[in-house]
Structure formats: C-alpha cells, structure tokens
C-alpha cells in the first residue's frame, strides 16, 4: 500500500543550527503539507503546497520556515535557524486533492529536538 | 476559529466491549471530518473521512457518525481489541486547506 516516507526518524540538533526534514510523498498526489506536534498538544497544521508553491501557511510558519520540492519526489522543510522551541515531531501529509475532498494521508514524523 | 475538542481525555475498557468515541467542533461550516489512530511516538493512520454531507461511514469495526449542524461526530468502535489500545484524533476541514485537529481520546484495552 502506498505511504509517505519521511527521513530522518530523529533529528537532534543544537539551537541555531539549520535543518532539513525530508519527506516522500504518495506518487500520484498533488497537494503536500507539513504539520507538527508539540509533546503532549496538538497536531498543528504549519504549511500547504500546491502546483510548486505554497498554498496556506500558518503563524507558526515564519520567516525561519521554509518548504520546497526539489524534484519529482522529495518534499523539504528546513528550519533556518532552530529554537528550543521547534523540538516537536514534524509530520509530512499528501492528499490526491486538497484537503477539502480527499483523505490526507500522514508519515510516521520526524521527531527534532533541539539542544 | 475553529477548536476541536474530543471527551473523554482517556477511556479504560475491558476486551470485547463496544466503545463510542466523542468529538465535537464549535464551527459547523466543515468540509470533513476525518478520524485518525495515533500509536505511541508513531505516526497518524487514517481510519475514516465523512464528507460533510455524508452521516456516517463504516470500515470494519468502525463506523464514524457526523452531525454537522450540531457539531458533533462519533467514533463507534465494535468489539474491541487490545490492538486498537492507542490516541484516536478527530480532525476536521474547514475553509482553508487544512486539518484542524482534536486534543485525542487515549484508549486502553485491557486484555
């Protein structure tokens, strides 16, 4: 059955260094988001991409965020200059279409902990 | 804004009994609803999405109801298993493309 793949499976790093997380989608979907998980709260949405650029992004999205698709396959969040406060476990979504008519599908996160 | 919020916290059942799950959302004006299943530092599996003019959806021993003018979706899970033992989350889609999510139900099933 198909999956999204992420890599790492754990990332620690010291606080500002910048990062990249790194994610496989589902082949034939077109709409990719990444969301994170603070320990202990929610799963929060952080950031949509459709047709090579970013569709909806949310506060926590800052200028220190950044996605990209370098090629047909790999979908990237790269922190620029890592906080404490980004240790969280960052999951990688794909849905065939937007959100709004289909199943999002998740990876099974990247656990960052910033030191 | 939308704030989805799932009762109870955690639930304890013994092996074999039925189990509703709640969540509820304070804006009716979703796309979806889906249910997800989160195990311990893992990932989340997806089990159902109700489209909003649907009331219920089945998989299995699952079935998720919607009452979207109430704000209202249940999970319904048959017979349970020490297998299903794990954070049920309900997310729902409203306007922008995204995932509003639940604060989860953790369920024990004691064998």
């Known amino acids: 059955e198909p999956e999204v793949t992420q890599t790492p499976s754990h990332q620690v790093t010291q606080m500002g260094q910048e990062v990249i997380l790194r994610c496989v989608p589902i082949?034939?979907?077109?709409?990719f988001y990444w969301y994170r998980q603070i320990l202990g709260q929610k799963v929060e949405f952080l950031v949509s991409?459709?047709?090579?650029?970013?569709?909806?992004k949310s506060e926590i999205f800052d200028d220190q965020f950044s996605v990209e698709r370098p090629d047909g396959s790999n979908f990237t969040l790269k922190i620029r200059s890592t906080k404490l406060e980004d240790s969280a476990m960052y999951f990688c979504?794909?849905?065939?279409?937007?959100?709004?008519?289909?199943?999002?599908?998740f990876g099974q996160g990247t656990r960052l902990t910033v030191v | 804004k939308q704030e989805v919020t799932q009762i109870p916290a955690a639930l304890s059942v013994p092996e074999g009994e039925n189990l509703v799950l709640n969540c509820s959302f304070t804006?009716?004006?979703?796309?979806?609803l889906q249910w997800f299943r989160q195990d311990p530092g893992k990932g989340l599996t997806s089990l159902l999405l109700?489209?909003?003019?649907?009331r219920e959806q089945t998989s299995g021993r699952l079935n998720a109801s919607l009452d979207k003018s109430s704000g209202r979706s249940t999970l319904y899970i048959a017979a349970s298993q020490p297998g299903d033992s794990a954070t049920y989350l309900c997310?729902?889609?409203?306007?922008?493309?995204?995932?509003?999510f639940g604060t989860g139900t953790r369920l024990t099933v004691i064998p």
């Open positions: 979504a794909s849905s065939q279409q937007g959100a709004t008519n289909t199943e999002a599908f």
């Open positions: 082949s034939n979907h077109l709409y």
């Open positions: 991409f459709y047709n090579n650029e970013i569709s909806e």
């Open positions: 804006d009716s004006a979703i796309y979806n």
């Open positions: 109700i489209q909003s003019s649907q």
């Open positions: 997310a729902v889609v409203t306007g922008a493309n995204n995932l509003f």
